[in-house]
């Protein structure tokens, strides 16, 4: 077909230069031509064919790039050139790149000092909400109640469960049931695992995992009496806490229970997770959190933070986990800085009856649900360090009649939040709360099965062990301490590497160079000449003085002054005798041995 179509001569260049012959005759000797292909269809396409200009490096290089004139090395000074124009481009397209990722991801704004947010019902947020955004606002009328909620990391799929034994999980966007489960027993918490296809159960005596039809695939009797669950997606771990008051780690993946701590707290009923290092928060009955990881056997951070039992416990994903709120049945809401631990940063007290329950959003907004009133605060307002108790200006307030309110979930990549109460969920609309912008190598909410799949084993692969669960992750890449083994040798015996803590004494000092190496044994000195050993003797003599005018000593000696000890008198003048004498001997070796004269007074020393 291609030889048919240029044999016809079907396309020919729009504008076709030609040479004329009064130009060739002063244009010199003439170059060689090239020989052309014999595509006609090829030369006619490639003269009017150039490069797209997304692909070409037409725009002029910044001012800030460097010039490397100066080098005298072509082909080095070509190459630093290249590589700090690539560098300059690549900044240019990262900042471009930023302009889709808005600072502000849209939220309600007054239009006078008048006016109040709060006061916008969700009638309203509806009515001015596009058509999507407007299938968030849901009420779910259940009997099972009250009810706690748990959607998976995409914010795609929704797992509910009633007090009374009422399990589902479904799609709530496109209203698809997965599973629908009537158990028949008190169900005290409800989680996804890796993903939807899976999900646990907080039952009554034990624990139990169901896959995505409700079908029993497991029953953990190591967890029992289970109150709170949670998943720590990148380490594959399924946390467990209740009544015995113990938290429990089991690895999903080989279905291991590697640990199990004893709080020694008694019964615990909150639990969290905080996103950016997988470190377990606990609230207890007696008004203190503990921070926990399973390579400690002990809590890593135990704070005491209400006067009364915690109710509830959530961590500020946005801030890199740096912010804590925690709700205590006295009525208090305190904002806890999890890097300093230094008194709570705003605290304020909550109106109506029952137990307040907390939750953050991804974009740092927090939800209060008391009484009968579900309040959400905006940053920068909770994060700011306040003295008064007073509450942070409210950004939007919902009333449910609907009582007990037993907990409030955000949904992820959504403006959404859903309350769980007696009589089934509610989902309001809390514009600019969801994050926008989702990795779709993290959490995708649009991936299909196959997608998934491969997430999952690629989550497998890169699967983290739970030693490196730490308060810091940032530890992760930076330099090794010092060792604490020091090598060093016992009696001749070849070295071996011996912990510094369990060496001798005088090793322990050797090694820290605190050691006098330069005192010198009495039998080595002993063929010595006189002058020698007189001055080795005196610096004995010094060495042996050391530490005589210390101030304890000093301060001893004063208090021991006005203090008569019989035993302590009789030492003293045996000391003085012997000193006495001692000095009378040197006195008789210096006269030469010459017997002296008796002196009357001799006859009182000798009676003595």
Not at 160 to 167: C, S
Not at 215 to 221: A, S
Request: with cysteine; proline share 6%; aromatic share 6%.
């Amino acid at each position: 077909m291609d030889a048919l179509i240029a044999k016809a001569d079907s396309i020919q260049p729009l504008n076709k230069k030609r040479r004329s012959t009064k130009n060739a005759a002063h244009s010199g000797p003439s170059k060689p031509k090239k020989a052309s292909s014999s595509d006609q269809t090829l030369n006619s396409v490639a003269k009017h064919t150039s490069i797209p200009k997304s692909l070409q490096d037409t725009r002029a290089l910044p001012e800030d790039v460097l010039n490397y004139k100066h080098i005298a090395n072509k082909k080095l000074r070509t190459h630093l050139h290249r590589q700090s124009a690539h560098s300059a481009r690549a900044q240019e397209l990262l900042e471009d790149a930023d302009m889709l990722l808005m600072d502000n991801a849209g939220g309600m704004e007054v239009e006078s000092e008048m006016d109040r947010t709060w006061r916008v019902g969700q009638s309203s947020i509806v009515e001015s909400s596009g058509q999507e955004a407007a299938k968030g606002r849901k009420e779910y009328k259940l009997d099972g109640g009250p009810y706690r909620s748990r959607y998976t990391r995409n914010g795609r799929h929704l797992a509910i469960a009633g007090r009374t034994g009422h399990v589902a999980t479904f799609d709530w966007q496109t209203g698809t049931m997965h599973a629908e489960l009537q158990l028949q027993e008190t169900c005290r918490d409800i989680t996804f695992l890796q993903d939807h296809s899976f999900f646990a159960v907080a039952q009554k005596k034990y624990a139990f995992i169901y896959d995505r039809d409700g079908v029993e695939l497991h029953c953990l009797k190591g967890h029992i009496e289970p109150t709170r669950l949670e998943f720590l997606p990148y380490h594959w771990l399924l946390a467990s806490v209740g009544n015995p008051g113990y938290l429990k780690y089991q690895d999903t993946s080989t279905g291991q229970l590697l640990v199990e701590h004893r709080t020694k707290f008694g019964a615990c009923n909150v639990m969290t997770q905080n996103l950016h290092n997988a470190v377990i928060h606990l609230g207890h009955q007696n008004g203190c959190v503990t921070l926990w990881t399973p390579n400690l056997p002990h809590p890593a951070v135990q704070l005491l933070a209400h006067m009364g039992p915690v109710v509830s416990v959530a961590v500020d994903p946005s801030e890199g986990g740096r912010y804590m709120a925690t709700a205590g049945r006295d009525g208090a809401v305190k904002v806890w800085d999890c890097r300093n631990w230094k008194g709570a940063v705003r605290e304020w007290t909550v109106r109506g009856g029952g137990d307040p329950e907390v939750d953050w959003s991804a974009r740092g907004y927090l939800s209060v649900a008391s009484g009968g009133t579900v309040n959400v605060y905006n940053p920068p307002s909770i994060h700011t360090p306040f003295n008064a108790r007073t509450s942070p200006p409210l950004y939007l307030t919902h009333p449910i009649p609907h009582r007990p309110l037993t907990s409030v979930r955000f949904a992820p990549f959504q403006d959404i939040l859903t309350i769980g109460h007696s009589a089934g969920l509610s989902s309001i609309i809390v514009p600019g709360s969801g994050e926008p912008n989702f990795d779709s190598r993290e959490a995708d909410p649009f991936e299909n099965k196959k997608a998934r799949s491969e997430r999952e084993v690629k989550g497998l692969l890169d699967k983290i062990q739970p030693d490196l669960i730490t308060l810091d992750p940032e530890m992760v890449g930076n330099l090794a301490p010092p060792s604490k083994m020091t090598t060093t040798t016992f009696d001749g015996k070849p070295a071996v590497e011996v912990p510094y803590a369990r060496l001798p004494r005088i090793e322990r000092l050797r090694v820290s160079g605190k050691i006098d190496e330069t005192e010198e044994n009495p039998e080595d000195v002993g063929d010595g000449d006189e002058e020698t050993k007189k001055h080795i003797k005196e610096e004995r003599e010094k060495r042996k003085m050391r530490g005589k005018g210390k101030s304890l000593k000093r301060y001893l000696r004063k208090q021991r002054k006005n203090v008569i000890d019989p035993a302590a008198i009789a030492i003293r003048t045996k000391l003085e005798k012997q000193k006495e004498e001692k000095k009378r001997a040197i006195d008789a070796a210096a006269k030469g041995g010459e017997k002296q004269k008796p002196s009357a007074l001799d006859r009182f020393k000798r009676s003595k």
